[in-house]
């Protein structure tokens, strides 16, 4: 069964249908966090078809994300910027600064130079006290269905939840950290959410 499994879950079409009752699931930890926050501008990091613009309907919203034609989806969708941009190169600093920052998914297509050097971005544009959203999928450290998803995923590089951990103190101040699952356990995944650390240590310093 489990091997019938990993074969349909190959196939891109198929795995995209297979997570799609589950969406709401897996962006539920970071709902629960910034629906009672005033978010003024955010940045929405592989955005995708605008996936998560609709949280966030009274910001000022940017998106972006590599595909062009799901950017063209989220345009006549949602309200705010689509920027075509490929995120493992592409330099933020010309965007501005954001009060927060949502990375859904992303950062597991990328190895550890790459998800290093767009931490270290996000980190710079974010603005004092504002907070990085992250949600990630993970690699159990024991054999599992959620490990074979993980290994079944598009991405590459899902990482345990040290891994992950050891990716955002690089860069973050951890506010929370916190490993879950979604589809009644198919999916293993971490949330975290943080201040960049050049914001922590200018309030320690009275700056």
Known sequence: MIRLLERALENPAIYAQWQAPFVRQKFAPAEQHIRHL???RVLDVGCGPGTNAAYFGAAAY???DINEEYLAIARSKYSG??????LSTADL??????DAILVNSFLHHL???AVDRLLAQLA???????????LELVRP???SLPSIMARLDR???ARTVRAWAEHFDRHFDQVVLEPYSFGAGIWAMVYFQGVAKHASLNRHSGL
């Open 38 to 40: 005033t978010i003024r």
């Open 124 to 134: 710079g544009v974010l603005e004092a006290g504002g907070r990085v959203h992250v």
């Open 155 to 157: 991405g590459r590089y």
């Open 81 to 86: 910027q689509f920027i075509q941009a490929d």
């Open 141 to 143: 450290d024991r054999p």
């Open 62 to 64: 940017v998106g972006l």
């Open 93 to 98: 600093s010309q965007l501005g600064n954001f």
């Open 111 to 113: 190895p550890d130079a």
